[in-house]
């Protein structure tokens, strides 16, 4: 009868190079694995990204976001929409897809449907063009680009400068290298032609905005004019010259000479109403690394990059540009994402090699032999890192839960082979047969024993990857990797291990009798006889037994109720995130001054007790917080759009080994709080990073405030405030639980109006559409054409100057060409021409959520707390609105994006396995359900306790922890339907 292990027995050269070509290929895929924090499991999602230039959000919302969503509604597999309609003008919505959708297909199903509808948006929206993007999951570093002090104290250069130097000899550079996804340039200035004019110089020579742009269009034109001599020419024709004109114009001298009206001999030229500056395209947000003006590059990577190497390429770049970088210009890693994965995946590796080397010294420590013991020693490191192999044929990555899996699985892969070698030993030493024979008969007995141990085993863990949603997505190459490593040991087993005991078991081999060893083995006898005592005891006291069960279930219990439960817990990840949100209608200039006062904080010297500066050795004060190294602080940027009254502020700390005790990113937000709380100009509130980038912008959780009976923005901001007020005091006044509430809508936006008289304006000869075009040119800037600079198309503004746009009196001042002769102006025939105030204004933000229906209100952050408390505060919503969980959890009736179908079909599986495997092992049903009922208890209480530990030292929950059978036990939880009306399921 054929036996696979005495085949492999008998020819041990073939069994070695089986097991070392396993781990050849996996040391290969090691190499070109890629190396994330978490596997992908963010749901795809594309952006549509639009500008109506000048337009305010209400008139995007009504004229760009609402025809594009209406089209984009019920595109296949898409999961939800969100949008933000902006007040600069920009459109940006969102489609997340279905977990599993590809992400370039659907981008092609999203520019489809764009292009259907194109042609109903705004002329300037059809201009600029709509774009459509793969959404990146977050930007792995971002790099500060800033100019040092000239001799006068001053930067050598300006941020315009700057910018454009950056995306002409930087950003092009970065994108070429394999696994940059894009690149992000924080504090834009990109070139741009602006035309700067005065209305009063205008008004004098009886012309109008709109005649300049006129000009524009008819004198700054790229043509094609043709050639001297193309075919079809006469038969004598010997040459054929192309010919060239200069159309476009290039510089401001040029752009200044162009002439707008040729009156009886007099030119009237741009540069005579106005001034021309070789400017900026965007002004709408302003970048400042370690307090002075600086352009910042986020880079971001493909889905399947290795992020790590990634960094690296990009770091090495970097290294190669800043020579030929102009003199005074330097960078700096402004915050590294990639340092957290490398840290933790060095920790995961370090707590691997401990894994391996305690296994092997407690095989020393039973087995007494070195020989022994080096059998199993050498197939965990097979079995270990063949198990890539089947990461890459998965097309897995290296990441934190792939290393714990393997962590887990040090100590189940040495189980068969440990009782191989001890089989043959035995049968060796007690037996008296030789090593050979010994190996064969033994495996003759225990193949069936080891595959049947290892498919029970496997069966534990395998369910899990039928689990629906994300939590299946995260949890998938945790069980697979174990399994995998599992199977390897398995075939390792019946192959290699037996192989091995033939060749290096010896027959006259006797076990050591040291003091040492003799001290050891008389404990261990020791302990099995107590041990054996102590059930003898037990089972005659049933009764002691049982209630001892049951406290334990009832401490269980209580435990898993009482711990706070959260998705992923928050984990210094390097750095933190500080939110800026001024008063609405404040400038830009506004925020940045608020920046600089997060800056001075986060600098702030340490005082004494007399409130002077404490010096340092060489003399310099010392800071405060130290452990701060790089302040990334953007203004007018937030995650739901661009705004000039809110900013983002990251801070980077220094690395963890340099770091003392109280100096971790949770410690340095608590002790940062009063500080930024102190700044009366804006809402300042720091927030940890996400736990998974892509889920969510901070950490801790949030909620959409859904507006589904039509009620209006205004009631829809008492309810907003309703809400912010219990959640402030949840669940008492003296003992609030949620802290860093942060609201991105405010009903009182303040805004000017103008109401045109259309009657007195058709009786003065004035076309309405010639009023609106003078506000939207002078006041929003009007984009007409290009012009050609560094090999590059750049645009042409056209727009008011800074004195004549800085007052509301200045719009009336504004002039119109009327039919009837001579210029007027919007002040002569608006009705009620211009007020102001805190009326309500369409939102900064419009969102749309739930599937394929658009809803829109504003999103709320809370942090930290238990998830449950933000459940709770939902129960007093008026009628007509909805608070919905946002960011890592579900927006929907949804158990981690699948149906409670999937869910029941994926738990199905889970429980049916565990269940074979269980009864498989007992061989009885009564044992069976006894076995389950203990290893559920214990896996849960192991878990609660966990929790509750890693809670007690601030490391948050754990949920990762524990094994198979812990992570089915734990992974999901019920929440009461009447905390969300027709939201059962969130993932924990």
Same mark, same amino acid.
């Given at each position: 009868?054929?036996?696979?292990?005495?085949?492999?027995?008998?020819?041990? !050269?073939?069994?070695?190079?089986?097991?070392?070509?396993?781990?050849?290929?996996?040391?290969?895929?090691?190499?070109?694995?890629?190396?994330?924090?978490?596997?992908?499991?963010?749901?795809?999602?594309?952006?549509?990204?639009?500008?109506?230039?000048?337009?305010?959000?209400?008139?995007?919302?009504?004229?760009?976001?609402?025809?594009?969503?209406?089209?984009?509604?019920?595109?296949?597999?898409?999961?939800?929409?969100?949008?933000?309609?902006?007040?600069?003008?920009?459109?940006?919505?969102?489609?997340?897809?279905?977990?599993?959708?590809?992400?370039?297909?659907?981008?092609?199903? !999203?520019?489809?449907?764009?292009?259907?509808?194109?042609?109903?948006?705004?002329?300037?929206?059809?201009?600029?063009?709509?774009?459509?993007?793969?959404?990146?999951?977050?930007?792995?570093?971002?790099?500060?680009?800033?100019?040092?002090?000239?001799?006068?104290?001053?930067?050598?250069?300006?941020?315009?400068?700057?910018?454009?130097?950056?995306?002409?000899?930087?950003?092009?550079?970065?994108?070429?290298?394999?696994?940059?996804?894009?690149?992000?340039?924080?504090?834009?200035?990109?070139?741009?032609?602006?035309?700067?004019?005065?209305?009063?110089?205008?008004?004098?020579?009886?012309?109008?905005?709109?005649?300049?742009?006129?000009?524009?269009?008819?004198?700054?034109?790229?043509?094609?004019?043709?050639?001297?001599?193309?075919?079809?020419?006469?038969?004598?024709?010997?040459?054929?010259?192309?010919?060239?004109?200069?159309?476009?114009?290039?510089?401001?001298?040029?752009?200044?000479?162009?002439?707008?009206?040729?009156?009886?001999?007099?030119?009237?030229?741009?540069?005579?109403?106005?001034?021309?500056?070789?400017?900026?395209?965007?002004?709408?947000?302003?970048?400042?690394?370690?307090?002075?003006?600086?352009?910042?590059?986020?880079?971001?990577?493909?889905?399947?990059?290795?992020?790590?190497?990634?960094?690296?390429?990009?770091?090495?770049?970097?290294?190669?540009?800043?020579?030929?970088?102009?003199?005074?210009?330097?960078?700096?890693?402004?915050?590294?994402?990639?340092?957290?994965?490398?840290?933790?995946?060095?920790?995961?590796?370090?707590?691997?090699?401990?894994?391996?080397?305690?296994?092997?010294?407690?095989?020393?420590?039973?087995?007494?032999?070195?020989?022994?013991?080096?059998?199993?020693?050498?197939?965990?490191?097979?079995?270990?890192?063949?198990?890539?192999?089947?990461?890459?044929?998965?097309?897995?990555?290296?990441?934190?839960?792939?290393?714990?899996?393997?962590?887990?699985?040090?100590?189940?892969?040495?189980?068969?082979?440990?009782?191989?070698?001890?089989?043959?030993?035995?049968?060796?030493?007690?037996?008296?047969?030789?090593?050979?024979?010994?190996?064969?008969?033994?495996?003759?007995?225990?193949?069936?024993?080891?595959?049947?141990?290892?498919?029970?085993?496997?069966?534990?863990?395998?369910?899990?990857?039928?689990?629906?949603?994300?939590?299946?997505?995260?949890?998938?190459?945790?069980?697979?990797?174990?399994?995998?490593?599992?199977?390897?040991?398995?075939?390792?087993?019946?192959?290699?291990?037996?192989?091995?005991?033939?060749?290096?078991?010896?027959?006259?081999?006797?076990?050591?009798?040291?003091?040492?060893?003799?001290?050891?083995?008389?404990?261990?006898?020791?302990?099995?006889?107590?041990?054996?005592?102590?059930?003898?005891?037990?089972?005659?006291?049933?009764?002691?037994?049982?209630?001892?069960?049951?406290?334990?279930?009832?401490?269980?219990?209580?435990?898993?109720?009482?711990?706070?439960?959260?998705?992923?817990?928050?984990?210094?990840?390097?750095?933190?995130?500080?939110?800026?949100?001024?008063?609405?209608?404040?400038?830009?200039?506004?925020?940045?001054?608020?920046?600089?006062?997060?800056?001075?904080?986060?600098?702030?010297?340490?005082?004494?007790?007399?409130?002077?500066?404490?010096?340092?050795?060489?003399?310099?004060?010392?800071?405060?917080?130290?452990?701060?190294?790089?302040?990334?602080?953007?203004?007018?940027?937030?995650?739901?759009?661009?705004?000039?009254?809110?900013?983002?502020?990251?801070?980077?700390?220094?690395?963890?080994?340099?770091?003392?005790?109280?100096?971790?990113?949770?410690?340095?937000?608590?002790?940062?709080?009063?500080?930024?709380?102190?700044?009366?100009?804006?809402?300042?509130?720091?927030?940890?990073?996400?736990?998974?980038?892509?889920?969510?912008?901070?950490?801790?959780?949030?909620?959409?405030?859904?507006?589904?009976?039509?009620?209006?923005?205004?009631?829809?901001?008492?309810?907003?405030?309703?809400?912010?007020?219990?959640?402030?005091?949840?669940?008492?006044?003296?003992?609030?639980?949620?802290?860093?509430?942060?609201?991105?809508?405010?009903?009182?936006?303040?805004?000017?109006?103008?109401?045109?008289?259309?009657?007195?304006?058709?009786?003065?000869?004035?076309?309405?559409?010639?009023?609106?075009?003078?506000?939207?040119?002078?006041?929003?800037?009007?984009?007409?054409?290009?012009?050609?600079?560094?090999?590059?198309?750049?645009?042409?503004?056209?727009?008011?100057?800074?004195?004549?746009?800085?007052?509301?009196?200045?719009?009336?001042?504004?002039?119109?060409?009327?039919?009837?002769?001579?210029?007027?102006?919007?002040?002569?025939?608006?009705?009620?021409?211009?007020?102001?105030?805190?009326?309500?204004?369409?939102?900064?933000?419009?969102?749309?959520?739930?599937?394929?229906?658009?809803?829109?209100?504003?999103?709320?952050?809370?942090?930290?707390?238990?998830?449950?408390?933000?459940?709770?505060?939902?129960?007093?919503?008026?009628?007509?609105?909805?608070?919905?969980?946002?960011?890592?959890?579900?927006?929907?009736?949804?158990?981690?994006?699948?149906?409670?179908?999937?869910?029941?079909?994926?738990?199905?599986?889970?429980?049916?396995?565990?269940?074979?495997?269980?009864?498989?092992?007992?061989?009885?049903?009564?044992?069976?359900?006894?076995?389950?009922?203990?290893?559920?208890?214990?896996?849960?209480?192991?878990?609660?306790?966990?929790?509750?530990?890693?809670?007690?030292?601030?490391?948050?929950?754990?949920?990762?922890?524990?094994?198979?059978?812990?992570?089915?036990?734990?992974?999901?939880?019920?929440?009461?339907?009447?905390?969300?009306?027709?939201?059962?399921?969130?993932?924990?």
């Amino acid at each position: 009868m054929f036996s696979i292990s005495d085949f492999f027995i008998r020819r041990p !050269v073939l069994a070695t190079v089986c097991s070392t070509v396993v781990a050849l290929l996996g040391v290969v895929c090691i190499l070109i694995l890629p190396i994330s924090q978490y596997p992908e499991i963010a749901p795809p999602s594309v952006s549509v990204i639009s500008n109506y230039v000048g337009a305010n959000a209400e008139v995007v919302e009504t004229t760009v976001t609402n025809i594009l969503e209406r089209e984009l509604n019920g595109i296949e597999g898409l999961r939800y929409i969100s949008s933000t309609s902006g007040n600069d003008g920009t459109s940006n919505i969102v489609l997340t897809f279905n977990l599993g959708r590809n992400k370039d297909i659907a981008a092609v199903d !999203v520019q489809n449907r764009v292009a259907t509808v194109t042609s109903r948006l705004p002329g300037v929206v059809q201009q600029t063009g709509v774009r459509v993007n793969k959404a990146s999951s977050g930007f792995i570093f971002a790099v500060g680009v800033y100019a040092e002090d000239g001799p006068d104290g001053q930067p050598r250069y300006d941020d315009l400068y700057l910018s454009n130097y950056a995306d002409l000899y930087i950003v092009d550079v970065l994108r070429r290298i394999r696994g940059v996804s894009n690149v992000q340039i924080f504090g834009d200035r990109q070139y741009a032609m602006r035309i700067w004019l005065d209305p009063d110089r205008l008004a004098a020579r009886g012309l109008t905005a709109q005649d300049v742009v006129n000009a524009l269009r008819e004198q700054n034109v790229q043509v094609g004019v043709g050639q001297i001599g193309q075919q079809p020419a006469p038969a004598d024709q010997r040459y054929q010259l192309s010919i060239s004109a200069s159309g476009r114009l290039t510089t401001e001298a040029e752009f200044g000479a162009m002439v707008l009206r040729a009156d009886e001999g007099n030119l009237v030229r741009v540069r005579d109403v106005g001034r021309v500056e070789l400017g900026a395209e965007n002004y709408a947000s302003v970048l400042r690394f370690n307090g002075r003006r600086s352009i910042g590059l986020g880079i971001s990577q493909l889905p399947d990059a290795n992020a790590l190497e990634v960094a690296r390429e990009v770091k090495r770049a970097l290294a190669d540009l800043a020579p030929n970088f102009p003199p005074g210009i330097r960078y700096d890693i402004a915050f590294d994402t990639t340092t957290f994965i490398e840290e933790g995946a060095r920790e995961v590796v370090v707590s691997l090699l401990m894994a391996v080397v305690l296994v092997v010294i407690i095989l020393y420590l039973f087995l007494q032999d070195w020989r022994s013991t080096l059998i199993p020693s050498l197939v965990i490191p097979i079995a270990l890192v063949g198990t890539f192999l089947f990461v890459r044929l998965l097309n897995f990555n290296i990441n934190t839960l792939t290393l714990f899996g393997l962590t887990l699985a040090s100590g189940l892969v040495v189980d068969d082979a440990i009782v191989i070698v001890e089989d043959i030993a035995r049968r060796i030493r007690e037996e008296g047969k030789p090593p050979l024979q010994a190996a064969i008969d033994s495996m003759n007995q225990l193949v069936g024993a080891v595959i049947a141990t290892s498919l029970v085993l496997i069966a534990v863990f395998v369910p899990v990857a039928f689990f629906p949603g994300i939590v299946g997505q995260l949890y998938r190459q945790f069980a697979l990797t174990i399994a995998f490593a599992v199977t390897i040991s398995t075939f390792n087993a019946i192959t290699f291990t037996p192989t091995l005991s033939a060749v290096l078991l010896r027959s006259n081999q006797a076990l050591p009798d040291s003091g040492f060893f003799r001290w050891v083995n008389r404990a261990i006898d020791g302990i099995r006889r107590r041990y054996r005592r102590s059930l003898s005891g037990l089972t005659r006291r049933k009764n002691l037994v049982f209630v001892l069960f049951v406290l334990g279930l009832g401490l269980t219990y209580f435990t898993y109720t009482s711990v706070p439960s959260s998705f992923l817990p928050d984990e210094d990840q390097g750095y933190f995130i500080t939110v800026v949100q001024a008063p609405e209608g404040v400038s830009l200039n506004y925020t940045e001054g608020v920046l600089a006062k997060i800056e001075a904080a986060l600098q702030a010297p340490e005082l004494d007790a007399q409130g002077q500066p404490v010096l340092d050795d060489q003399g310099q004060p010392k800071r405060k917080f130290p452990q701060i190294e790089n302040i990334f602080a953007i203004g007018g940027f937030s995650f739901s759009g661009t705004t000039p009254n809110q900013g983002i502020v990251f801070a980077t700390l220094k690395p963890w080994s340099e770091r003392g005790p109280g100096q971790s990113a949770g410690a340095t937000i608590g002790q940062l709080f009063p500080s930024l709380l102190g700044i009366q100009e804006a809402i300042v509130i720091p927030f940890p990073p996400p736990a998974i980038i892509g889920l969510g912008n901070v950490g801790g959780f949030e909620y959409q405030l859904q507006d589904r009976g039509n009620r209006g923005l205004a009631e829809m901001g008492e309810v907003l405030n309703q809400l912010l007020g219990a959640a402030g005091t949840y669940p008492s006044p003296e003992r609030p639980q949620l802290v860093g509430l942060r609201p991105e809508f405010n009903a009182n936006t303040p805004q000017l109006t103008v109401e045109v008289d259309r009657e007195k304006a058709a009786a003065l000869g004035i076309p309405l559409v010639d009023v609106f075009s003078t506000l939207q040119t002078q006041l929003g800037s009007q984009y007409v054409n290009d012009f050609d600079l560094f090999g590059r198309a750049y645009r042409v503004y056209v727009q008011a100057d800074q004195p004549f746009r800085s007052t509301p009196d200045d719009i009336a001042k504004l002039y119109v060409r009327s039919r009837t002769g001579g210029n007027g102006f919007p002040g002569q025939f608006g009705a009620g021409e211009f007020f102001g105030g805190a009326v309500a204004d369409r939102p900064l933000q419009l969102g749309a959520i739930g599937q394929n229906q658009r809803q829109c209100g504003p999103r709320l952050q809370f942090r930290p707390g238990d998830r449950r408390d933000g459940a709770s505060i939902a129960t007093g919503v008026a009628p007509g609105f909805q608070l919905r969980m946002d960011g890592a959890f579900p927006r929907r009736k949804r158990f981690g994006g699948a149906s409670p179908g999937d869910f029941c079909h994926g738990f199905g599986v889970c429980v049916s396995g565990i269940v074979r495997a269980i009864r498989e092992f007992y061989r009885s049903l009564y044992h069976f359900v006894g076995g389950a009922v203990v290893n559920l208890r214990g896996a849960v209480g192991g878990i609660a306790a966990g929790s509750a530990l890693g809670a007690a030292v601030g490391n948050g929950p754990i949920l990762a922890g524990a094994g198979g059978g812990a992570a089915l036990c734990r992974g999901q939880r019920r929440v009461h339907p009447n905390w969300f009306g027709d939201v059962d399921w969130f993932v924990q």
